[in-house]
């Protein structure tokens, strides 16, 4: 959780410190606590941080006019130490000359910080990143060089990281080091690098990326990276890639239609990204959806929306001639599975492929039980990419917005397109129907495009419960993951509160709350479930529910009961309803978003969250 961005270059003139301003702003969806910079001046380490976001804190070119030739900016997430300037990054040690950053958690800082501060280190902070530049500081200390003191240190700490480290005497590179968190490095040839929490922070500056793997520490010099093992010391060769995402990714530009959020513009991405989901390689589902065939056991783990959308995929897969998938939340995985047999599987499902708690569960299911691992991930070279057997990567692109939703879209489209390749490999469909189903699933962009046109009807129905302050999700089979996406997106970015049921468990306890005008947004996909589906529109309808239903278009039934509806444009076929489980959950995507903004909220940087939790 956190941002970093640095940047060292031999070009002169170059506004350095606005640049490394510029960056981080880009990341700054991963978390908006407080921020800093720390840049070399002249022998000197010249550090300015605040409480704040990191428009706030600039007011006045602060952090852009900071002196200096080259540095490293961070934009935290608070988890140990609470978002104040003592706590806000970078850290200094002892003499002043150390600045460091960090992304992520070291587990065994109180150790090391009292046994530091035996020695007579003093800390000015109630974080666990203070550890390093004083661990450093010793090291150097005892005559090593900044890399080799950085190497020593971070074989000190246990738990995760991603840090940036400059010093003052060393007036031409900076050190940075990972393990479990991500850093990416950027480089133009011969001039200038940069580092970053992701690759889109640098993507104005440079296309040529290498991806810093776990226990790697890189010395960046202006346009020059050198990668060392962290245990062996051994250098070893960079990976350089050329990066082919849109530059449009870090911009809230598509189209050259310039949006207020990124929420919205990623939202109207999504039907060219369920169309580049499409054309994904047949030998990459061929390879996963024959591991899920081969295995005795599956199970299925993720957090959040990506759990909701592990459900949709869980459903899709079994529907079509896949074994019974049992799904978990990752954050639960480790104490619901104390054993798991031979021959088990694990399908992992993240946008970001950092989240802590996935990455845990899947580590254990493999290196305890030797499970195989499968993963549908979002972004490429990430932590789960590292765990996995077999990998799809989502075309969602770049999520800038901290609620995820494009990716939730791609992430259901992988797996349901995963289920048709089962389908075919079990033999249990006939090829015509099969690419009936593929056909039906590819139209969602279409559908989804139509709604995009037509989204002021959804924002018009989203403001009559702007200002409720409780509001039911229900429905039933497939709709339950949109339902239950429905209702997360209402509260982390609209702050209202909901609850998700399976529409069949509310007259077992919620139908309790329902008097006159209680709002419920029932997702009425028209499959196996819909008659069942009415019975309980009625039971709320009765006690005086206000009913708002997700129906398709040619919907006639539900309707005539509900006070309000948003139409889906679906056709009328079995094909086209069994994949209707992304349209139905974009709706209620793009409904929560327009609730967000006209209550003045910022969509994109929901309070108290970050992009990718990095934390257990
Ligand atoms: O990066 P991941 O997909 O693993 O993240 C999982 C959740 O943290 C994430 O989906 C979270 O729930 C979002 N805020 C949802 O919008």
């Known amino acids: 959780m956190c941002g970093i961005f640095g940047l060292i270059t031999k070009e002169k003139d170059l506004p350095v410190a606005r640049l490394i301003r510029e960056g981080l702003e880009r990341l700054e969806y991963r978390g908006y606590d407080s921020a800093g910079i720390a840049m070399v001046n002249k022998g000197h380490i010249e550090v300015r941080k605040k409480a704040g976001r990191i428009a706030d804190i600039n007011k006045d070119g602060w952090l852009d006019s900071t002196p200096g030739t080259f540095g490293v900016a961070h934009t935290r997430w608070a988890t140990h130490g609470k978002p104040v300037y003592n706590n806000a990054h970078p850290h200094v040690d002892c003499t002043g000359k150390i600045a460091l950053v960090h992304n992520g958690i070291i587990e065994n800082y109180q150790d090391l910080?009292?046994?530091?501060?035996?020695?007579?280190?003093?800390?000015?902070?109630?974080?666990?990143?203070?550890?390093?530049?004083?661990?450093?500081?010793?090291?150097?200390?005892?005559?090593?060089?900044?890399?080799?003191s950085v190497m020593e240190a971070v074989k000190r700490c246990k738990g995760a990281y991603g840090i940036v480290v400059i010093h003052a005497d060393n007036p031409d590179y900076m050190v940075v080091a990972r393990k479990e968190s991500p850093l990416v490095i950027g480089i133009i040839p011969g001039k200038t690098t940069f580092c970053a929490s992701d690759i889109p922070a640098f993507l104005p500056l440079t296309r040529e990326a290498i991806v810093l793997d776990d226990n790697e520490i890189a010395v960046l010099r202006p346009g020059e990276v050198e990668i060392y093992r962290v245990k062996s010391g051994e250098r070893i060769q960079n990976n350089h890639f050329q990066v082919n995402y849109s530059i449009d990714a870090a911009q809230k530009v598509l189209d050259g239609k310039a949006y207020k959020w990124f929420m919205h513009k990623e939202l109207h991405e999504v039907p060219r990204k369920i169309r580049d989901q499409m054309s994904m390689t047949q030998d990459r589902l061929d390879s996963f959806a024959q591991a899920i065939l081969d295995a005795d056991h599956v199970f299925i783990t993720a957090a959040g929306t990506a759990f909701y959308a592990a459900l949709a995929g869980k459903f899709q897969m079994t529907r079509f001639g896949g074994p019974y998938i049992q799904a978990i939340l990752c954050s639960e995985f480790i104490d619901a599975v104390p054993e798991m047999k031979p021959n088990s599987l694990v399908i992992a499902?993240?946008?970001?492929?950092?989240?802590?708690?996935?990455?845990?569960?899947?580590?254990?299911?493999?290196?305890?039980?030797?499970?195989?691992?499968?993963?549908?991930?979002?972004?490429?070279?990430?932590?789960?990419?590292?765990?996995?057997?077999?990998?799809?990567?989502?075309?969602?692109?770049?999520?800038?917005?901290?609620?995820?939703?494009?990716?939730?879209?791609?992430?259901?489209?992988?797996?349901?397109?995963v289920a048709l390749r089962i389908a075919e490999l079990s033999h249990k469909y006939d090829p015509a129907q099969i690419e009936a189903f593929r056909k039906a699933l590819l139209d969602t962009a279409d559908v989804i495009d139509h709604l995009i046109i037509e989204e002021g009807k959804i924002r018009e129905i989203g403001l009559k419960i702007a200002h409720a302050d409780n509001i039911y999700f229900l429905a039933r089979g497939l709709g339950q993951a949109a339902s239950l996406e429905g209702a997360l997106k209402l509260k982390e970015i609209a702050y209202i509160h909901t609850e998700a049921y399976a529409a069949g468990e509310?007259?077992?306890?919620?139908?309790?709350?329902?008097?006159?005008?209680?709002?419920?947004?029932?997702?009425?996909?028209?499959?196996?479930?819909?008659?069942?589906?009415?019975?309980?529109?009625?039971?709320?309808?009765?006690?005086?529910g206000m009913i708002i239903s997700v129906v398709a278009d040619y919907d006639s039934k539900v309707t005539e009961i509900s006070d309000y509806t948003i139409r889906i444009p679906i056709a009328n076929s079995p094909e086209a309803i069994a994949m209707a489980a992304v349209p139905f959950a974009f709706v209620l995507q793009t409904m929560a978003y327009f609730i967000a903004d006209s209550k003045g909220l910022d969509p994109d940087k929901p309070r108290n969250l970050a992009k990718s939790v990095t934390v257990k």
Do not use: W
């Open 113 to 148: 910080r009292k046994e530091l501060a035996m020695r007579g280190h003093a800390f000015q902070s109630d974080t666990d990143t203070e550890v390093f530049p004083h661990l450093i500081e010793e090291f150097m200390g005892k005559g090593f060089d900044l890399k080799d």
């Open 506 to 544: 509310s007259k077992h306890g919620p139908i309790a709350l329902i008097e006159e005008g209680f709002p419920i947004v029932f997702v009425a996909i028209p499959d196996q479930t819909y008659d069942r589906l009415i019975g309980n529109i009625m039971e709320m309808k009765s006690r005086g």
């Open 349 to 417: 499902v993240s946008q970001s492929g950092e989240t802590a708690d996935t990455i845990e569960a899947v580590r254990y299911a493999r290196e305890k039980f030797g499970a195989k691992i499968c993963s549908i991930v979002n972004v490429v070279g990430s932590s789960l990419t590292r765990y996995s057997d077999e990998v799809i990567i989502t075309t969602a692109g770049p999520e800038i917005a901290v609620a995820s939703q494009k990716a939730y879209c791609t992430q259901i489209t992988a797996m349901s397109l």
